[in-house]
């Protein structure tokens, strides 16, 4: 079963490191044909986004700095996407510096007049630590997160009142230190977990998607009771939030959902999983789309011996929600499970992968069906 803080995705790429947005009425204004690539984005036509960059370039459409950033920053990513990493990192050296001059806006006043400050992308950022990694060089990837948080608490340091760029950059560290958190765990590196989270924590930072991997962490190192107390302080978190508080990434919706799932984890820990189905029964009534109770859902009614309903939900899922439960990690359980329940599983997989073909975004592994 898969840890219930699944790893962090790039933000939506902006035009700047700290966008002044009420400035502009849409996205468009901000680079060329902006909500374009967006809507390509959120779709997943990573391939279309390729075509619609190559095409902007070879036109020569992209008539200022930051508009050449900005596609870059999606070309990097839908490279990325689509498991093409040794292009994203050809693309992304052509950005010789991050801090250059010639990528900050008072560079450039005739077309920038009275805006200052870098404008490469957050998410650019991001992808020059995560893509080395991607490619084998962990080290040098995890340098460069280090790096990066290192940055973004420089712009913390440098925000004198809360503010809606304070915010933003708070929830950057927390999106960075996810990223770090996250490649450590997946080395089994628990120690050096524990202290990063315990540290931010010390600092204030009550984060319920970093307490709840706390949690988690403490689960794998036999601490039970320390784990109960972590996802105890979440469940405060919500009851703090609905008398105003303002948490970290997450909405109401997914501190509720997060609050079960980590029930849901302590009674699969006692092996109770019927208690365990009803907390994650609660997440998909208030949110459809919460793939990992519905994922986990499933799992447990496969340990409850009953195949059956284990396999509709995970069926029942893709029919209503395809383009958000269509996920490696459940449609390989559900394809094991076909292998369980079926002797003719090959043609129901076969089936499957066809209704993938014509539905998935461009960076799904059809390899998960295991044909």
Not at 28 to 42: G, P, R, Y
Not at 294 to 317: G, T
């Amino acid at each position: 079963m898969d840890a219930d803080t699944p790893d962090p995705q790039p933000e939506p790429v902006s035009s700047s490191a700290d966008p002044l947005s009420n400035q502009f009425g849409s996205l468009n204004d901000l680079a060329h044909e902006l909500a374009s690539l967006q809507d390509l984005a959120n779709r997943g036509s990573w391939r279309s986004i390729l075509d619609k960059v190559a095409r902007a370039r070879s036109q020569s459409l992209l008539n200022t700095p930051h508009d050449h950033l900005t596609y870059l920053a999606y070309n990097v990513l839908a490279l990325a996407k689509l498991r093409r990493f040794k292009d994203a990192l050809t693309e992304i050296d052509t950005v010789d510096d991050f801090d250059s001059h010639h990528y900050r806006y008072e560079t450039y006043p005739k077309i920038y007049p009275n805006r200052y400050g870098s404008m490469v992308p957050f998410s650019l950022r991001w992808l020059h630590a995560l893509i080395p990694i991607k490619l084998g060089n962990r080290q040098q990837g995890l340098d460069r997160f280090y790096m990066l948080l290192d940055f973004v608490r420089g712009k913390l340091k440098e925000k004198q009142d809360y503010d809606i760029s304070t915010k933003m950059w708070r929830k950057r560290e927390i999106f960075v230190m996810n990223g770090i958190i996250s490649e450590h765990l997946k080395n089994k590196e628990f120690g050096v977990c524990l202290d990063l989270i315990k540290d931010l924590v010390s600092r204030g930072n009550l984060d319920p998607v970093l307490l709840s991997k706390l949690g988690y962490i403490q689960m794998q190192i036999g601490d039970l009771e320390g784990a109960k107390g972590s996802f105890d302080r979440v469940e405060k978190l919500l009851n703090e939030r609905n008398a105003g508080g303002d948490y970290g990434l997450l909405s109401e919706v997914e501190l509720r959902n997060q609050v079960n799932r980590n029930k849901a984890l302590v009674y699969l820990v006692g092996k109770d999983y019927v208690s365990a189905v009803r907390e994650y029964e609660e997440c998909i009534e208030r949110d459809p789309m919460d793939a990992v109770a519905i994922n986990n859902k499933a799992l447990c009614l496969m340990y409850l011996r009953d195949l059956s309903d284990s396999i509709k939900v995970l069926e029942n899922s893709l029919e209503r929600v395809p383009t958000v439960a269509l996920n490696e990690t459940l449609v390989v359980n559900l394809c094991s499970m076909y292998e369980l329940a079926y002797v003719n599983h090959s043609d129901i997989k076969r089936t499957l992968s066809n209704w993938i073909a014509r539905v998935a975004p461009d960076d799904f592994d059809s390899s998960s069906t295991r044909i």
